[in-house]
């Protein structure tokens, strides 16, 4: 069983439209929760939270942490085809075995023009 | 650019074949890891250095063997290897493994092809 679920598994929307990306993740051992962009190859990193209720923003990306119910959201708002990639969150624990990241499926988003 | 490459992008081999990835970063960080990517399913970490030294190996099958000879580079050497192990196989980076300097710069991975 996946520690870390996003949904949803694939989106299509149209330019302009805005959309909301869920990751829920596993309370044990939280450190932090990550997302990553992946276009062709590589993820390149978005954000990284670690406080619950904070927002983070970049241009039209914002994502935010609740540690209540153990989610994350990524908004994109006004899309654009570039925003077309897979979108990863990964979860990062304390622990003995720190730098282990644990990765959802990701979700394939497609903006279509 | 992340400032972590990766050769070579693209890599058929056969299954007796032996062959090595490469992997380097020029962000001058402490921590280098090996993922792999395979289709539908989540990114795997398989191995994590810590300053040359490794920190974890996540059962991974002994056909794939890491070398890290400095904080710089990292190598996957792979021999006797299965069509399953066809995938992405990407590196990432960090500065360290510990708290919040765990943010990971990724390659762009070599794509393997076992036939």
């Known amino acids: 069983e996946d520690k870390v679920v996003q949904s949803p598994l694939s989106l299509v929307v149209h330019e302009g439209d805005t959309v909301t990306l869920n990751c829920s993740y596993e309370v044990t051992n939280f450190r932090s929760l990550l997302w990553y962009k992946q276009e062709k190859k590589a993820p390149t990193f978005l954000f990284m939270l670690?406080?619950?209720?904070i927002e983070k923003k970049s241009g039209r990306l914002s994502s935010i942490l609740d540690k209540k119910e153990l989610f994350s959201i990524l908004n994109i708002t006004a899309t654009q085809t570039g925003d077309s990639a897979i979108y990863l969150c990964a979860q990062a624990d304390r622990g003995s075995t720190l730098g282990r990241l644990y990765f959802g499926r990701g979700t394939q988003l497609t903006v279509w023009p | 650019e992340t400032g972590v490459t990766q050769t070579p992008r693209h890599l058929v081999m056969g299954m007796t074949n032996k062959k090595s990835l490469k992997c380097e970063q020029h962000l001058g960080h402490n921590a280098m890891y090996w993922y792999k990517q395979s289709a539908k399913k989540p990114l795997e970490l398989m191995f994590v250095?810590?300053?040359?030294?490794?920190?974890e190996n996540n059962s991974v099958p002994s056909r794939f063997s890491p070398e890290c000879p400095n904080s710089s580079h990292l190598f996957l050497h792979l021999h006797t290897l299965q069509p399953e192990d066809s995938a992405l196989y990407l590196c990432?980076?960090?500065?360290?493994?510990?708290?919040?300097?765990?943010?990971?710069?990724f390659g762009p991975g070599t794509r393997l092809t076992v036939l």
């Open positions: 250095y810590n300053f040359k030294e490794q920190t």
């Open positions: 670690t406080s619950s209720g």
């Open positions: 990432a980076s960090s500065r360290s493994t510990k708290g919040t300097d765990n943010e990971q710069f």
